[in-house]
């Protein structure tokens, strides 16, 4: 991983928060996200939380060389005028290639928890001229996203830094328009070293109630993308009962 930075909140990232905090009344007044279930609600993993250490999973040419993010959109369907998420957008590697991928008449929600990353973020679509692309500051338990606005939620290199999984998988569900996707791509390797075994992510979030439907090997087994059908209604949060064992490991 490239670019590690500390996160402590600065100066500048207040300045930032307040101005994404006007960014998110003007989106909200378009179409408000709904009353998430609040965080305690929900059973914390049985596994390490890898910490939030950086906006990138790694240099974009990196990426590009492997046509990582083309690949990608060629697996999900990516075509103009669909609805994607970027859930853990970052320094948005994927919202700006999505963006152009989706078009004038497609959305892009890119949507994180830190400001700094954010407004770093908001500055990059701004000089790219995105405007189709929305930022949205969500929560470690919930992406607030507006209602129905979703036909792909993209989850890339970020799920192992959850904090609360189970809660940002259920309160992602009331987004998802019919049909709707979850793609997850992360590192096959434990969560404390940023990844996700794909076992207990496939455990996860059939705990929440998804169906893996698709499961695709990258960069020769190293990394995946695994794709999920969610539920129909969200479960109730008490009876999630998050993985043990071989899976949780
Ligand atoms: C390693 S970076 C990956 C960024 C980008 N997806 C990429 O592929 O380069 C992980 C990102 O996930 C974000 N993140 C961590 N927990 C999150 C959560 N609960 N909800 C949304 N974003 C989160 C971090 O702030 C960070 O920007």
Redesign the pocket.
């Known amino acids: ?1 490239v670019g590690r930075r500390m ?1 402590g909140r600065t100066a500048h990232a207040w300045l930032a928060g307040a101005l994404l905090c006007l960014c998110a009344a003007s989106a909200a007044a378009q179409q408000a996200a709904p009353p998430s279930i609040p965080a305690d609600r929900f059973p914390k993993p049985l596994r390490p939380i890898a910490g ?7 240099s ?1 040419d990196t ?1 590009e060389r492997v046509g990582e993010a083309a690949r990608v959109m060629q697996l999900l369907g990516i075509r103009p005028g669909l609805a994607v998420a ?9 919202t700006v290639r999505l963006s152009q991928r989706v078009g004038p008449a497609g959305r892009v929600f890119a ?4 400001p700094d ?1 954010l407004a770093g973020l908001q500055r990059r679509v701004a000089a790219e001229g995105l405007n189709n692309v929305t930022l949205t500051r ?4 919930d ?1 607030r996203l507006p209602p129905a606005s979703v036909d792909v939620a ?5 799920y192992h ?5 189970f809660g ?1 998988l259920a309160n992602l569900l009331p987004a998802l328009r019919p049909g709707a996707r979850v793609a997850i ?1 992360d590192a096959d390797r434990v969560t404390s070293q ?1 990844g996700t075994p794909p076992a207990l992510l496939e455990c996860e979030l059939r705990a929440v109630g998804f169906r893996q439907v698709a499961f695709h090997p990258l960069e020769g087994g190293a990394t995946y993308l695994a794709v999920f059908a969610p539920p129909s209604q969200a479960p109730a949060p008490a009876s999630i009962v998050p993985c043990r064992g071989e899976a949780a490991r």
């Open positions: 991983m996160v939030i250490v950086s906006d990138q999973w790694s974009e990426r970027d859930i853990g957008a970052g320094s948005g590697y994927y949507e994180d928890i830190m990353y969500g929560e470690a338990h992406p993209l989850l890339v290199h970020m830094e959850i904090d609360q999984p940002l791509l940023h």
